[in-house]
């Protein structure tokens, strides 16, 4: 077998393994799954949940709350107009074809690309195809239709099963269609998104905010993507939780007030260069560098990408799998100023989970545009400025004499010049004596005198203008899912033994009491000390079940518990318990009246458990463990 | 003017004021506002946002953890198979009706309900005709689309503002509608509520559980319902938060391990009896009396009911404007055992907010027919028992001797019959010596010796069987709703400052903390404050404006935060700062190192202000307030 062959033969047993895990402890499932299921949906159950809310709390209070984030929340069900200006009804689309006999649906991407790699595999591949096939699949994903289409009859691709011929690539639109009230003349989607939710909302944020800039808001909820085909499990679903920023800041000032406390973070870096060259390997740097060597666009977008670093690692995702991919040109809208993708190495590869993205003035824009309502904020300059201003000033006297009921439309074309036409028409006037202007009333002759022309020099004490907007847009259920890779591991004692190492911050469950026979002065003392926990906040679960404690150890592991409290024929007599860590399987004897401060400083991860354990007695593994 | 047109129009004035109060400071936003807006969408802005979250905590605190419930999260994107099984395909809908000229849609009998009052309201009514028509009021939910159609006609009811003519009055399912993956061939819906996803995971959550029973799940997210016409502002919407509760509990042991801790809990019942009998008011009880008294079925029914009525207690719900409704018969599900409404009184009269019903095992059976996926519990018998059952052995040799490829619909028709049947055709074998069986196969003639038929006594251990389900279901956004009510207020003496009386649970902000003027130190001191608070989890605001202080505590009052502190001159003398509460505008003078303590223990509600503040320098309130 090729050492490629073997790795991924390895990756596929940890996924099969973890994933059993998961599944075996309700995780998360297959939704409807008594009816067969639908691919792309899945249900977290208790501990997944738990972990889930748990990532989402830890999210809020590192984002939100520690920079004052404005937070909205808005419903999925979104009418058309607004995903028109937003550019989703056209755009948000992958290419489509079908089994010309079957219909069945297949992404065009995924079949070209699985064939591509097929054939690039072959070693007796001619160098110059090989190089055309290389060159192909690196661009694959900003192919159009037609060349989308030439690669599928040039590579001779069929239907997958079936070997059926198929259509020629066409877009599909990801958004989950419905109609909004009874009458059918209100088609809406779900949202593919919770930024626009922010966009529309914010002149009325701007204005919570006193006015002022900059400014952050967000939103953590559900967004819909019809997938063609889902796959990769968690990792590509039709329904799932985003969490996203709008940072919105003026455009000549993108410098962030709190960017020193984060200036040393050091981070993993594939620039556009690093991909493009020879190397094709992301290199380590400090924000602060970055910024300075201006591989990242400015302090904002350097500030958040740090933020986003010290999240990923405090909930547990391996610093040595995380890197931040900058786009390439070709893949950034055209409006974008700069976007970097925190990516994760999970069983899958390189995962896209944060996209984090200088955005420009364009969202506020084009919702400008299309609703009318203007999205700007007021600058008022330090000093007030002389600008040379365009004056056009219509004579309303000889303008109502020589127009009577058309002079408003008349006055109304002149206003509406930009500076070039007018001040054309203003040196036609002196030269010929008179000039024409297309008005909504037909054209109109205009003579010297009816109207004044001129650039004149004016104080401004300030301006309207549209902000941009900086958006981290977090995959919450991605993020979780690479977490549970880097957190899943095997005892070495005992295949059978799997664990989640999950970051106290995580976990579904903080701790574990066991009274360790089913007696009840034990029990009393092991729901006492269950109570006092849950009584702080720690979430705690008394597990009283008449199995070997070494076999309930074995199924807290499972779960991800950190600590687990065990009530023992020793704690009768001197009402001292022992407390076990997951990882290091070790366990420290101390008064029962001591748990919850322990349990709770370690949960807080102020201290660490050799450190905290420092001096206490240490307790034999029992021998069923 | 009449005391009822008085009092309406109070009730109006009031909403007005509240609703101005909620929008002005973002509480809420009428979603794509700057597209016009959707009717029945709204938004939630910071505020909002912070104290719906908060509500939502809570309600994981008093109902999930407090009762280690299985917490569940499902998507929203349903396939049409789960909402057919539930009923909601066929029988989720509202009548509507369409003006036959513009085809505006209407909700029939908001219709009939309008006219209805306006004819009953005039004084000339002939008293047989009043009697008729408040009986159809009284019947107006439970209409046929015949018996409304008719009341249509026989009113003489034409579309509001047109006067046209109406259709004859259809069904209209109020789930709104989608397609699941890109065919076309996978219909779904948005989920009218969240229930359904814990049904169908029922066998995953009893297996997680242990097998053992009883056990509750619970899930908050989204719900959807495409109402006709919303209206009612935040009570009527189209896209909701919901929190439920699926008690899974023995048919036969409805009893309650936790009552005791309830019995005692006071509450307003408006019970079928008082419904319909000549006084039509609530009265009060204790839930162990009703319970007791059997005017609520069960135990655990009545547990959920007296836990509803602390937690809306306990986030600001008035007790005297809470009851709980029982359903008439007519109004609940066939197969509901007893069905309780917990109903809040606000200026749009009686709102449904919670409904708690036992809905016996009508939900696991649909799923289970439907999906073939048997979703039952075991239960096995303190002592096994004897029991008689019916044995109906068909003697394979003889059969197959006679019937040849047909033996075995022979012996399928046999072992599928009921008792009574397979007694009768035992009798007619013995008494006639030959009986006639229907078969798949068409008729058959069977003979004694072919098949022997008998009742046997047999020791049965245990029994497999469909559990009861006990759901206890909130309409979050109602409640908070009718909690902004109940908390609002205007301050005596001055009509222009209003406040929300918010509990420190649910209030958006905990505390405040003013610089009195914009000094250096004074603001050096705030921030100090302030982030202490933070750092221990209190939400706190900075407010370093430069408007005066009683501006900013009415600012504050506006938000509903409870407690606010200002450093001013004599703090920089003597480190003590000012903390106020909101309700009473009284101020104590503290040492700013005692703050968070204080703080702390009057948002954790241990303690009131009164009792916390006792022997503390009191403030002369600033004359500006």
């Known amino acids: 077998m090729a050492a490629g062959d073997e790795q991924a033969k390895e990756k596929e047993n940890f996924r099969a393994k973890m994933g059993g895990a998961l599944e075996q402890r309700l995780f998360y499932i297959p939704s409807f799954k008594i009816y067969g299921g639908v691919a792309g949906l899945y249900d977290y159950g208790p501990p997944g949940c738990a972990v889930k809310s748990n990532l989402q709390a830890f999210w809020r209070q590192h984002f939100v709350m520690n920079e004052s984030m404005l937070e909205v929340e808005c419903p999925s069900v979104t009418p058309e107009c607004v995903l028109k200006a937003s550019g989703h009804v056209d755009r948000f689309t992958d290419l489509m074809v079908n089994d010309v006999v079957t219909k069945d649906c297949f992404r065009a991407d995924h079949l070209v690309e699985e064939n591509l790699e097929r054939m690039i595999a072959d070693p007796m591949l001619a160098p110059a195809r090989r190089t055309e096939l290389e060159d192909l699949l690196a661009r694959i994903e900003e192919l159009t239709a037609e060349e989308m289409g030439a690669a599928i009859v040039d590579l001779g691709i069929k239907a997958p099963e079936t070997k059926n011929d198929l259509t020629a690539p066409y877009p599909f639109n990801l958004m989950f269609p419905t109609q909004i009230g009874p009458s059918g003349a209100a088609p809406g989607f779900l949202r593919p998104e919770t930024a626009q939710g922010i966009f529309v909302n914010f002149r009325d944020l701007l204005y919570y905010n006193g006015g002022k800039l900059p400014f952050a808001a967000a939103q953590v909820g559900q967004s819909f993507r019809n997938e063609i ?146 999205l700007t904020a007021h600058e008022r300059f330090a000093e007030p400025v002389m600008e040379e201003v365009l004056v056009v000033e219509p004579n309303k006297k000889d303008m109502g004499k020589a127009f009577k009921k058309d002079a408003k439309a008349v006055t109304d074309a002149l206003q509406a010049m930009c500076k070039e036409d007018a001040l054309a028409l203003g040196a036609k006037l002196e030269a010929e004596g008179k000039a024409t202007v297309a008005t909504e009333a037909g054209e109109k002759e205009i003579l010297p005198g009816m109207v004044r022309i001129a650039m004149e020099t004016k104080k401004i004490s300030g301006r309207q203008f549209t902000p941009s907007v900086i958006e981290p847009s977090f995959g919450i259920g991605r993020i979780m899912y690479c977490m549970f890779e880097h957190n899943f591991y095997v005892r070495a004692d005992d295949e059978q033994k799997t664990v989640f190492k999950f970051s106290p911050i995580i976990a579904p469950i903080k701790c574990t009491i066991f009274p360790l026979v089913n007696d009840a002065g034990m029990n009393a003392l092991a729901e006492r000390v269950s109570r006092e926990l849950a009584a702080d906040g720690i979430s705690a679960k008394l597990d009283t079940t008449a199995i070997s404690v070494g076999k309930r150890y074995a199924r807290t592991d499972e779960l991800g518990v950190p600590f687990a409290v065990t009530v023992d024929h020793r704690s009768l007599d001197d009402d001292t318990v022992t407390l076990r860590e997951r990882d290091s399987c070790e366990q420290v004897r101390l008064k029962s009246d001591q748990v919850l401060a322990l349990v709770k400083k370690l949960c807080a991860m102020t201290t660490t458990w050799e450190e905290a354990t420092k001096g206490m007695e240490r307790q034999e593994q029992a021998a069923a463990e």
């Not at 560098?289 to 995702?317: P, S």
């Open 229 to 374: 085909s889902p796959r990769a499990g968690l990792l590509r679903v039709r329904e799932f939780t985003q969490a996203e920023i709008e940072h919105f800041v003026h455009p000549d000032h993108k410098d962030h007030a709190r960017f020193d406390e984060v200036k040393d973070v050091g981070l993993s870096l594939f620039s556009r260069d690093a991909q493009l060259g020879a190397v094709k390997k992301p290199f380590p740097m400090s924000i602060g560098d970055a910024v300075e060597k201006g591989i990242i666009a400015n302090q904002t977008l350097g500030y958040f990408i740090a933020r986003t670093q010290l999240f990923l690692e405090k909930i547990g995702i391996n610093p040595a799998k995380l890197r931040f991919r900058q786009h390439l040109q070709h893949e950034m809208a055209h409006y974008a100023e700069d976007c970097w993708d925190a990516e994760i190495e999970s069983t899958y590869g390189w995962v896209e989970c944060v996209g984090l993205a200088d955005r420009s003035a364009y969202d506020l824009k084009a919702h400008s545009v299309a609703s009318k309502v203007e």
